[in-house]
């Protein structure tokens, strides 16, 4: 390969990328483009990537600052500086990892680079964490060797112990000549290599496994089959997540594609989850969330503080607003015939909340429906804080879920609510405020709404 030609007599020429390209016969321009890319410039002195940030990000590293605020002070993305931490190198859609994969992420097809007697060259030029040595230190480490200075002095040029410096020197060393190059790719060469996987070869254990799953069993259920299946036949076992390698990542699977199919959620790759930090914004107001929300709303001691929700119509064609007063379980209705887009439940939300006492006007907590988006404006035109709950968790707003239950009796699921006019919905609203509750010792919502506003 040439380029590993290159680098090889980049070591003998003492780090001269020209002399280096004029012994392998290779353009100068493209053989200074090899040594950029692997951190060298010049006679071996360490230089910088193609992105201008990363010498900062690298040096911030280094000194021990989190990837994060190291990319933020660097002004580097942080998946690009992941990307950098573990040695990933983008071409076009695809990423090729130190181990020789490659994503594509366009087709989400995984293919394993073929395996050559050279390591790859995204593995020579991985920079992973700050506790590997990398090509630039090692230069510096053949540098000061061929000066004569001592292993400490080294490694207080390096800022690492003698003790990493004699071991890279004893390991790497031929016929007791360092060579930081040559050391570089007998490193990359010693990490681990990607293997095959069990499945990958034709055999019992993967006839069984496609068997199952042509059965609709998940790689779960299989896993643990197995050990039944098979007690004392140690060669039959296999992870969940092997299996779903074997189905996903096609060049190192084995399983056919249309096993594929066998899945419950017929998907032929990965969903890719991402944590709450790194998840899109549901609206673009920020949200408060219901942990946010003040202590008094939660024992419902203090009245004035609200559940909303929508009933929906057939295929989402009109929808009633229900609001829930969580001390006295007081019922409000709102009128949305025509849809429930954010503008319009906003606007019958804002009379509904203004006609109240403005000791009643406390907040409202609403599930992440988009017909909240615009909350903030909401708050701005009452004054009522809105709190979310968090995603499928209906049960931090069961006043209201228990309205709605109770207001099928009158709208029934399938039934069109845009033929219920205004008046309507304040006779059912009636209807509901004037119906005993145990929960509030057989009073009315009315009562003890009328208690309320006659004793304040």
């Not at 050391?183 to 290599?193: D, I, V």
């Not at 643990?224 to 390698?245: C, K, N, W």
């Not at 319009?344 to 000791?359: M, S, Y």
């Not at 809105?386 to 069961?398: I, N």
Request: proline fraction near 5%; glycine fraction near 8%; include cysteine.
């Amino acid at each position: 390969m040439l380029k590993a030609r290159f680098f090889e007599a980049l070591d003998r020429e003492d780090g001269s990328v020209t002399a280096a390209a004029r012994a392998v016969g290779v353009n100068r321009n493209t053989a200074f483009g090899w040594a950029r890319r692997a951190g060298v410039r010049g006679r071996g002195k360490p230089g910088t990537s193609g992105h201008p940030g990363r010498a900062e990000y690298e040096r911030l590293r280094a000194a021990g600052v989190r990837r994060r605020d190291a990319a933020a002070q660097a002004g580097v993305h942080e998946r690009t500086a992941q990307d950098w931490d573990q040695g990933i190198r983008q071409i076009g859609h695809s990423r090729l990892r130190a181990d020789g994969r490659l994503i594509d992420y366009t087709t989400g097809v995984t293919t394993i680079v073929a395996a050559t007697s050279q390591p790859s060259v995204a593995a020579v030029e991985a920079e992973l964490h700050p506790r590997f040595l990398t090509v630039a230190e090692r230069e510096l480490i053949a540098d000061m060797r061929r000066e004569g200075r001592s292993l400490h002095a080294i490694g207080r040029a390096l800022g690492r112990p003698a003790s990493t410096v004699k071991r890279e020197i004893d390991a790497r060393a031929v016929a007791g000549v360092y060579r930081p190059h040559r050391a570089q790719r007998a490193w990359a060469k010693s990490r681990s290599r990607p293997k095959d996987s069990k499945l990958a070869q034709e055999g019992a254990l993967r006839d069984f496994v496609a068997g199952r799953l042509q059965e609709r069993w998940s790689p779960e259920q299989i896993c643990h089959a197995l050990p039944i299946e098979f007690p004392d036949d140690e060669s039959m076992r296999v992870s969940p997540e092997t299996i779903y390698q074997a189905i996903y990542v096609q060049a190192r699977g084995g399983l056919r594609r249309e096993v594929a199919l066998a899945l419950r959620t017929g998907r032929t790759r990965r969903k890719p989850h991402r944590s709450a930090e790194q998840r899109t914004r549901r609206f673009v107001d920020e949200m408060v969330m219901i942990s946010e929300r003040p202590a008094e709303v939660e024992d419902r001691a203090v009245p004035g503080h609200w559940e909303g929700d929508l009933i929906v119509g057939p295929r989402s064609e009109s929808a009633i607003v229900t609001l829930v007063e969580r001390s006295t379980r007081y019922v409000l209705l709102g009128h949305l015939p025509g849809g429930h887009t954010a503008e319009e439940v906003r606007d019958v939300l804002v009379p509904l909340v203004q006609a109240l006492p403005g000791h009643l006007r406390g907040s409202l907590t609403w599930d992440q429906g988009c017909e909240m988006a615009a909350h903030k404006q909401f708050t701005v035109a009452t004054g009522v804080p809105v709190y979310f709950c968090d995603p499928h968790s209906p049960w931090q707003r069961g006043s209201n879920e228990n309205t709605n239950g109770l207001l099928r009796q009158y709208f029934p699921k399938g039934t069109d609510l845009s033929v219920h006019s205004p008046e309507d919905l304040e006779h059912v609203a009636q209807q509901l405020n004037g119906r005993p509750r145990k929960t509030l010792g057989w009073k009315t919502p009315a009562e003890r709404l009328r208690d309320l506003l006659t004793t304040t």
